[in-house]
């Protein structure tokens, strides 16, 4: 099966700063790579996705870059706020196929 | 659309008790799932359906059974709960019938503690 590890486990940066998190995968058949963010009590939901024929792409403050020669992706938050806290997980897959969840990064952004 | 919803929120069980999840979604997505998250972990996935009638393991199936009767209801039973099944299940589905239709979408999560 997949192996997804993610970096760091727990980011904790300043209000305005800027918060990277990276994704390995091992499969390297894997064309679909979204991250989910999920805030205490409550569901993931979806944030972000790229897929392999694409290598970065970006929502306002949200971007997300893909490197499949490496087999990795990474999340990147500009001008961080505290509600951007909270626990976000990576899932890459074969799209058709089953999910493969990372362990998550715990994101604290202090005022 | 309720989306993806999940009965019932909490359960406690006395170890050996057995009983069911509910899982239902109204998007008429073809792909569900149902996960186990324990804290501090990432979610694991413990079976899945393809389509109405198929199932297939996850991750982590032991201890576990489902079945996909009616395309919009998935169930997971547990037949004899033990404390190591004391955890938050969360289901989710996805439509995976064209490009661009591979999110997942989760239920509010089933709070499940095995006594």
């Known amino acids: 099966g997949e192996n997804v590890e993610q970096h760091p486990s727990t980011l904790s940066v300043q209000e305005g700063d800027s918060a990277v998190i990276k994704c390995t995968y091992s499969d390297s058949a894997s064309n679909y790579f979204p991250w989910y963010k999920q805030e205490l009590g409550k569901r993931p939901q979806l944030i972000i996705d790229?897929?392999?024929?694409?290598g970065e792409k970006k929502d306002q403050r949200i971007a997300v870059t893909l490197n499949k020669t490496a087999k990795h992706f990474s999340l990147h938050i500009t001008e961080t706020q505290p509600e951007d806290s909270a626990v976000y997980f990576c899932a890459p897959r074969l799209v058709g196929g089953k999910s493969t969840f990372g362990d998550g990064t715990t994101l604290t952004v202090k005022p | 659309n309720a989306g993806v919803t999940q009965t019932p929120k909490f359960r406690v069980l006395k170890t050996g008790q057995s009983m069911t999840l509910l899982c239902a979604q109204d998007m008429n997505h073809e792909y569900m799932y149902w996960y186990r998250q324990d804290p501090g972990m990432g979610l694991r996935l413990i079976h899945y359906s393809v389509g109405e009638g198929t199932t297939a393991k996850g991750e982590v199936p032991d201890g576990y059974n489902v079945s996909r009767l009616k395309k919009q209801n998935f169930l997971l039973g547990l037949e004899s709960a033990a404390p190591s099944q004391t955890s938050v299940y969360f289901c989710?589905?996805?439509?995976?019938?064209?490009?661009?239709?591979?999110?997942?979408?989760f239920g509010p999560g089933t709070r499940l503690t095995v006594l």
């Open positions: 989710a589905s996805s439509l995976e019938r064209e490009s661009n239709t591979d999110t997942q979408y």
């Open positions: 790229i897929r392999s024929n694409v």
